[in-house]
């Protein structure tokens, strides 16, 4: 889903199923059935997520805890789905009525429900493309995912060895964009573990 450290329903260890990701999606997944198209990196993006930002915070106010820009596209230099990713923080995503019928209001279209992992509920804005990702305030995964983000700001080798990975997995067919989601899993471990075992030491 998101284009980053997006991980599996449960304990992220397998791939979703197309079972899984019938069930999660509210009304039919959108089959890819093909190559995922990246886009070099456009200085559009940050502009892009501030409107997307103050849109959001607009609608809701003091109830978004935390608005962050995530994915590759947060990363300059980096390829990506031109899809902005955002992850967003409210009092308890499991609360839709307290937040989803103000962004609907704002353009957004609730696309994912996931009860079983960390309440997770995605909605989608068409101008420009949006990944609108909902957690509960304090959650891991946003910290996971600024971490990841930081990392590759920072970092021009593993923003390197991502880019390589993604362009070479994104050549593929994919039935879902989910599939290509998952198939970055190794790497994406691979360099989170460096940028723990960093943030660990201070490093």
Same mark, same amino acid.
């Given at each position: @889903?998101t284009d980053g450290?997006r991980?599996s329903?449960?304990d992220? $260890?397998?791939? @979703?199923s197309?079972?899984?990701?019938?069930? =999660? %999606?509210?009304?039919?997944?959108?089959r890819?059935?093909?190559p995922?198209?990246?886009? &070099?990196?456009?200085?559009? *993006?940050? %502009?892009l997520y501030q409107? +997307?930002a103050q849109?959001?915070?607009r609608a809701?106010? /003091?109830?978004?805890?935390?608005v962050e820009?995530?994915?590759s596209?947060?990363v300059?230099?980096?390829?990506a789905?031109?899809i902005?990713d955002?992850?967003? /923080?409210?009092? &308890? $995503?499991? #609360?839709e009525?307290?937040? =989803?019928?103000?962004?609907?209001?704002?353009?957004?279209?609730l696309r994912i429900?996931e009860?079983d992992?960390?309440?997770h509920?995605?909605l989608?804005?068409t101008d420009?493309a =949006?990944n609108?990702h909902?957690?509960t305030a304090?959650?891991?995964?946003i +910290?996971r995912n600024l971490l990841f !983000?930081? *990392?590759?700001?920072?970092?021009?080798? #593993?923003r +390197?060895l991502?880019a390589? /990975?993604?362009r !070479?997995? /994104?050549a593929h067919?994919? &039935?879902? =964009?989910? &599939?290509?989601?998952?198939?970055k %899993?190794?790497?994406i471990e +691979?360099? @989170?573990? !460096?940028a723990r075992?960093a943030?660990?030491?201070g490093?």
């Open positions: @889903m450290p991980a329903p449960g992220g $260890s397998a791939p @979703m197309e079972e899984v990701l019938r069930r =999660v %999606t509210i009304g039919e997944p959108a890819l059935d093909g995922v198209v990246l886009a &070099d990196y456009s200085p559009q *993006w940050p %502009t409107r +997307e849109r959001i915070r809701l106010g /003091a109830a978004a805890v935390v820009h995530v994915g596209t947060a300059p230099g980096l390829a789905k031109p902005i955002i992850d967003m /923080a409210v009092p &308890d $995503s499991a #609360d009525p307290a937040y =989803v019928p103000a962004l609907e209001a704002a353009g957004y279209v429900r009860p992992w960390h309440q509920r995605l989608k804005g420009p =949006v609108l909902v957690f304090g959650c891991d995964e +910290e !983000r930081d *990392w590759l700001r920072a970092g021009a080798a #593993d +390197e991502y390589r /990975a993604k !070479r997995l /994104a067919r994919w &039935d879902y =964009v989910q &599939d290509y989601a998952d198939a %899993t190794h790497v +691979e360099i @989170m573990a !460096r075992a943030a660990h030491t490093g």
